[in-house]
């Protein structure tokens, strides 16, 4: 059995250090973000001592959750690292589509929703475009714990349809995804709800579940030279840099990839911040009206979250880069047809921006570029309206030749 | 590298012995059903000898592909054996959501399609209620083949769009499920296709791609008492059997589990015949009216694949069942909200049949009971029709709570 020895949580702003037990999951003194603090030091062994089906659980000691009677898990993670072909030499998919839930979120939740466990939540509560709380209501079914959830109101009902086949309670906010960020922020705070949202500033712990994609991509490619990652406000981005980071300071890589973090051009609060050279990520102004609905997080009232992220894309001399829907819908005709991979559009962004950075010349021949792929196609309707519809025939051959040739 | 002794076909009917060069799919002597059989005895060490990620070729021994080479994964297999908390001792979900394109028709196609490859195909065709076809598309994309789907007219939109990203030429076909399987029949006699349509009658080398399902289930539980299955035409129930067949022949189990094949009561071909005792199965009169698509097979034009079902049932002392679409949704909300499982109705067939299996006293407390889960409810609106519609507020916490509580 484990030895764990217990963490706390520090702020990012203000440097003060929360015990977990309290329960908060931003700081309490200045509202900072909040990360968690390891009371020991990692080293080589603290990777990969443990064995489990689940390849977020398999790095149980790298993770915030103090008993293992406390994980809720669907058996997430190990998800498949494709080196393509159609794709060009050195060019690795990372197929989060293969999780329970059909999208990376259920790296963080499977994490998010054990610490809420150990810390005896009776209920819980996300802001989601969709995919987070798709899946956050299927880890709070199986962990029989009450499930509340907030989305934008023009969420498309696929993605909402299965959020209620969990049983969690939904409601459509009006406004942006930050009218709906700041609703749940607000409730949790007011009725002790645990608000589990997977951005840093309303938790803690959700990034470091999400670290573990780093650890899969160092298990199959050591460190690639780039890592592309979808970006909302960013807590995966955040989530990889910290993995490659423990990795380095174990002495089990040398450096840290360069991270891509691809936004919408409809919603591109830190790729804007990036290009023009500022230091702070500032909200987006406009609504959003891009296919890319997973990324099209304008930060109103969090944008610190952004902040951190574009910190982590300098930190490891990285780019942003925001891509159009014409080019992402291109990248999810390539992503299928080339690799048979049903990815969303804004899990496809990826590749959207590989294309573009490989015409740039910045990232050139030679180098190994892993592209996340973070969510399936099958909830999102948006890349198939232009598919047409198929022809009705009888069953006669010839008409069946007919069409085919 | 593997020192693999060829294959040969033979036919169940007459017994003719025909080599896979001839790319013959079925009997050309007697029209029918083929089997592989390996010209090498089957021993403990040919099951578990080589390693893979993809849970279907980890067993490259005992499958039909001669050189590894031309095998086609999309990392199929390995799915999670869940041991259920909310559904009672004992009970086991074998959850085939997992798989790359959400359906168990991965195990087949990626054998199917790989042996396709071997024997120089072009063009592949199939035909399809939907997730088979889903499957196959997308392995033909990734191994640049071109593929000819046809569907019946009634096939939900969402599953035909899966289809066509993966850039599959789809014709929906006037009538049952059975005019489009004798379309793709006649058409790849006519044109030379390779018909990788998934039942025994029209393939005979995906049903071993099936068996993998019963190799895993043996990996984690030995030989439960019984193992559930939907059946269309049931290639998954032959080859689930002939795993278990050659575990047993190999000394590895004592008895083959007990096989519950279970179709929906308005396409029940092999249940009917089930109950009423008769040794063959014949085709389903009315044109089907179910939310479970994907096993109505009224088997018209090629009932010996439903006798041979039967068969299999028999031999394990087995039961066929039936449940009905009201059966069907509410398993689908018991393992989502039990399990955070999404599957579809079809898919759920298999716990209402254990619900009324164990009602009805043939299933007994203290038996393992292996539930197969064989494809996601995210490509089928017919469970989430009844959810009604989620409320919209303002981002107003009083308007939040007055719903929730």
């Known amino acids: 059995l484990s030895q764990k020895i217990s963490i706390l949580l520090n702020c990012r702003s203000c440097g003060a250090e929360i015990s977990p037990e309290?329960?908060?999951?931003?700081?309490?003194?200045?509202?900072?973000?909040?990360?968690?603090?390891?009371?020991?030091?990692?080293?080589?062994?603290?990777?990969?001592?443990?064995?489990?089906?689940?390849?977020?659980?398999?790095?149980?000691?790298?993770?915030?959750?103090?008993?293992?009677?406390?994980?809720?898990?669907?058996?997430?993670?190990?998800?498949?690292?494709?080196?393509?072909?159609?794709?060009?030499?050195?060019?690795?998919?990372?197929?989060?589509?293969?999780?329970?839930?059909?999208?990376?979120?259920?790296?963080?939740?499977?994490?998010?929703?054990?610490?809420?466990?150990?810390?005896?939540?009776?209920?819980?509560?996300?802001?989601?475009?969709?995919?987070?709380?798709?899946?956050?209501?299927?880890?709070?079914?199986?962990?029989?714990?009450?499930?509340?959830?907030?989305?934008?109101?023009?969420?498309?009902?696929?993605?909402?349809?299965?959020?209620?086949?969990?049983?969690?309670?939904?409601?459509?906010?009006?406004?942006?995804?930050?009218?709906?960020?700041?609703?749940?922020?607000?409730?949790?705070?007011?009725y002790g709800w645990h608000n589990l949202t997977s951005v840093c500033t309303a938790n803690p712990y959700q990034v470091e579940g999400d670290k573990t994609a780093a650890y899969e991509i160092y298990e199959r490619l050591n460190n690639p030279d780039w890592v592309a990652i979808p970006l909302g406000a960013g807590p995966l981005l955040v989530g990889i840099y910290r993995g490659f980071w423990e990795l380095r300071e174990a002495g089990l890589i040398d450096k840290i990839p360069r991270l891509i973090g691809v936004q919408a051009e409809e919603c591109a609060p830190i790729a804007r911040a990036y290009k023009n050279g500022e230091k702070e990520v500032t909200p987006w102004e406009r609504k959003p009206h891009t296919i890319a609905h997973s990324i099209a997080d304008p930060l109103t009232g969090y944008s610190q979250d952004g902040t951190l992220t574009l910190e982590k894309i300098r930190e490891s001399n990285g780019v942003a880069e925001s891509v159009n829907d014409d080019e992402m819908l291109e990248a999810v005709w390539q992503l299928a047809r080339g690799e048979g991979i049903f990815a969303e559009p804004?899990?496809?962004?990826?590749l959207a921006a590989f294309n573009k950075l490989k015409r740039n010349g910045i990232i050139t021949g030679g180098e190994k570029v892993v592209l996340l792929v973070t969510g399936?196609?099958?909830?999102?309707?948006?890349?198939?309206?232009?598919?047409g519809e198929a022809p009705v025939i009888d069953p006669d051959p010839d008409q069946l030749m007919k069409l085919v040739s």
Chains 1, 2 share one sequence.
Do not use: H
Request: proline residues 4%; contains cysteine.
């Open 22 to 190: 309290s329960g908060k999951y931003s700081c309490p003194k200045c509202g900072g973000i909040l990360q968690v603090k390891y009371a020991r030091s990692v080293n080589k062994d603290s990777f990969f001592s443990y064995s489990s089906r689940s390849g977020v659980w398999r790095f149980f000691e790298m993770l915030p959750v103090e008993r293992r009677e406390n994980i809720v898990s669907l058996e997430e993670g190990n998800t498949p690292l494709i080196r393509t072909e159609s794709l060009g030499e050195g060019v690795y998919v990372k197929d989060e589509t293969r999780n329970p839930t059909g999208s990376f979120k259920d790296r963080p939740n499977t994490v998010g929703i054990s610490k809420a466990v150990e810390l005896g939540a009776k209920t819980i509560a996300i802001a989601s475009s969709g995919n987070a709380a798709g899946s956050l209501s299927a880890y709070a079914a199986k962990a029989s714990l009450e499930c509340v959830v907030g989305v934008p109101e023009d969420t498309p009902n696929s993605k909402l349809k299965q959020i209620m086949v969990f049983g969690a309670k939904v409601v459509k906010v009006r406004g942006t995804y930050s009218a709906a960020f700041n609703l749940i922020r607000e409730s949790s705070g007011k």
């Open 376 to 387: 399936t196609g099958l909830k999102s309707s948006a890349a198939l309206d232009r598919l």
């Open 346 to 350: 804004a899990a496809a962004s990826t």
